[in-house]
């Protein structure tokens, strides 16, 4: 199974992105999915998760700007970003993790946030 981020790019502060990220083929059994962020030198971090049930994890620095979701039927999860800051601007890497405890990441894409 493969995970490909879609939606990164280059966007003005203020502005917004929606990143996407699909499985390419079904999986099955999947808990949470989640988007995660990596700038050069740092650890990769926590943004957003969602479990299966629909209950949302976010981190404090985007708390009320970004929103997560998910399309079960499309193995699919999305993280809408408004209000774009600088400080934003990273590889965002999406992560889903089964029942079963298997994880898998995708590729990352980059969103860069600069005037």
């Known amino acids: 199974v493969r995970l490909q981020a879609f939606g990164g790019g280059l966007v003005r502060p203020g502005g917004s992105l929606r990143l996407s990220c699909a499985a390419s083929e079904n999986i099955f059994r999947v808990d949470t999915m989640a988007w995660y962020r990596q700038t050069p030198g740092n650890t990769r971090e926590l943004v957003a998760a969602i479990t299966g049930r629909g209950s949302t994890n976010y981190a404090e620095f985007v708390k009320d700007r970004f929103t997560i979701s998910r399309d079960n039927a499309k193995d699919t999860v999305y993280l809408q970003m408004n209000s774009l800051k600088p400080e934003d601007t990273a590889v965002y890497y999406c992560?889903?993790?089964?029942?079963?405890?298997?994880?898998?990441w995708g590729r990352g894409t980059q969103v860069t946030v600069s005037s």
């Open positions: 992560k889903v993790v089964l029942e079963s405890n298997q994880i898998y």
